[in-house]
């Protein structure tokens, strides 16, 4: 993931995936628990334009670790 907001069939394709359902569960669910990622509009998870993006400390770990 990059710098700006993205929506989930963006970043599975960034990342190589194309089963959703498994990449919902497995790895986009957990990055959200643990605060990697934010959504746009927190406050609403279902928006129709809702997208996401690494979260501050996300940044600074990928920044200091790659």
């Known amino acids: 993931m990059g710098e700006d907001y993205m929506i989930m069939s963006e970043i599975m394709s960034n990342m190589g995936f194309k089963h959703r359902t498994s990449f919902r569960e497995n790895y986009f669910l957990l990055a959200l628990k643990d605060g990697a990622i934010e959504p746009l509009y927190p406050e609403q998870p279902n928006h129709p334009k809702q997208k996401y993006c690494l979260t501050e400390s996300?940044?600074?770990?990928?920044?200091?670790?790659?």
């Open 58 to 66: 996300s940044k600074k770990w990928l920044k200091n670790n790659v």
